[in-house]
């Protein structure tokens, strides 16, 4: 008689229960599954263990004294990048689901973990195992929402597949790091994405309403290098509000509270990310971790346009001002925010320094809504390497 492995006896969660990391909860989908069980260690949120998980997945973690790796996690590798081909209608150029068709194509992994949106809302996640090109296509784009792609989890050792892409941004990739050896699977790829900022539906629609002048026909959004949102509408039309125009104090408690209290922003387990914010305007940023990372992408190198990361400017004094200024949620009258977009765009930092600005923006920030949100976590749950970059800046109380 072959006994039940013990997460096995364990149970999902009903959609309506609580969370185990209650508000910090990022709706990863681990708890939708029977792999609830491990949630104490697995969870990012209430068992921060990146540089456990980082040795686990590429057999070191990062090396604090090589700043590149301080900020942009164990990597052997980094580039920019674009596709010759663009897909049409994806995030960026594609890169992520082109190389997860050459998987699937090839044979290398029989299925892979990707999000699509239901047939009601564009921006509702609706996480699946695409076992064909036309569904991993289906699931192109950012759907720039609290998306529980670990809830598939349960159908992958049902089905049996030995041989798994998994495609997810940082919380979602902490969590399945823990669970991996649980999955019953030969193989395990994972194809990461930076992430911040993330909301859940309602904020979301907070977000359009307050920043774009048409919600409604918004296709998808991101924050660019160029210090500008830009949204893309329905009729292909682009519209572009400057960060410093954003109504801080309106977007405050927009953002999910997990997003707020994450230091995972460059997904540091990942084998291979795909980003845009360490390359040059209309360039996709590659971060190769370890050398199945580098598998990968060398599936797909003959159909990119490739070229060295640079970093130009000095993030510092920019990111010593925004802290004040987002803490009280001063919002620039649009004429200032248009000329001081222009400015920075200018002379401010580019490159791996705009990445810098932007992790160092976002961890100070985070650092204090947990110091002031969850004073009694703050030791554990900020990783070392973030606590180097926050000391770098004097900090408010
Ligand atoms: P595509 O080929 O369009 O594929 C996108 C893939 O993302 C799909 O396979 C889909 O399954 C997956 N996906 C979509 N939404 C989610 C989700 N909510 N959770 C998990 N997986 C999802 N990059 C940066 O450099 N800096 C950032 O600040 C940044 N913020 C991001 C915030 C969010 C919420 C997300 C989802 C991504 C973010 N990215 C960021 C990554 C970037 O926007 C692109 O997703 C990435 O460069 C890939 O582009 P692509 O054209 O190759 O992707
Ligand atoms: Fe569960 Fe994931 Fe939420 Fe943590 S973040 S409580 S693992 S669903």
């Known amino acids: 008689m072959t006994s039940l492995s013990p997460h096995k006896k364990a149970k999902a969660l009903k959609p309506s229960s609580r969370r185990p990391a209650k508000e910090l909860c990022s709706e990863c989908g681990l708890c939708d599954t029977y792999y609830i069980h491990y949630v104490k260690e697995a969870c990012a949120f209430i068992n921060q263990q990146i540089d456990k998980l980082e040795e686990q997945t ?14 942009f996690g164990v990597h052997q590798d980094m580039m920019a990048a ?13 890169i992520v689901s082109t190389i997860a068709i050459e998987m699937l194509n090839r044979g290398i992994v029989e299925g892979v973990v990707c999000v699509q949106n239901t047939k009601e809302d564009r921006f509702q996640p ?7 090109p036309e569904e991993i296509l289906a699931a192109r784009v950012n759907k720039p929402t609290l998306s529980p792609n670990l809830s598939v989890l349960e159908q992958v050792e049902k089905s049996g597949m030995k041989r798994l892409l998994v495609i997810g941004v940082g919380c979602q990739i902490q969590a399945l790091r823990a669970v991996e050896k649980q999955l019953g699977l030969e193989k395990l790829y994972v194809l990461g994405t930076p992430c911040v900022d993330n909301v859940n539906r309602a904020g979301l629609q907070k977000f359009l309403e307050t920043t774009s002048k048409s919600p409604d026909t918004v296709v998808h959004y ?3 290098q160029d210090f500008r949102v830009h949204f893309k509408h ?19 408690d927009v953002f999910a509270p997990s997003c707020m209290s994450c230091f995972d922003y460059v997904n540091s387990l990942a084998d291979l990310v795909v980003g845009y914010m360490g390359a040059p305007f209309g360039w996709q940023w590659i971060v190769v971790r370890n050398e199945q990372g580098q598998q990968m992408l060398d599936l797909v190198t003959d159909q990119l346009e490739t070229g060295p990361v640079m970093s130009k400017g000095d993030r510092t004094a920019a990111v010593q001002q925004s802290i004040p200024a987002y803490d009280k949620g001063v919002t620039l009258p649009m004429w200032a925010a248009k000329l001081m977009g222009v400015v920075i765009e200018k002379i401010g930092p580019k490159g791996l320094e705009y990445a810098r600005f932007s992790i160092d923006s976002h961890f100070t920030r985070n650092y204090l809504y947990v110091k002031r949100n969850h004073p009694e976590k703050l030791d554990s749950h900020v990783p070392e390497f973030a606590k180097r970059i926050v000391e770098q800046y004097k900090l408010p109380e």
Not at 64 to 71: A, R, T, V
Not at 126 to 132: D, K, L, N, Y
């Open 82 to 94: 674009r596709k010759k081909q663009p897909v049409p209608g994806a995030q960026w150029t594609g």
């Open 126 to 132: 609706m996480p699946i195992i695409a076992r064909t």
């Open 234 to 252: 329905e009729d292909g039309s682009t519209e572009t509000v400057p960060f410093f125009g954003l109504k801080t104090n309106k977007l405050k």
């Open 222 to 224: 991101e924050f660019m």
């Open 58 to 71: 590429h057999t070191r973690s990062r090396n604090f004294d090589n700043s590149d790796e301080l900020y």
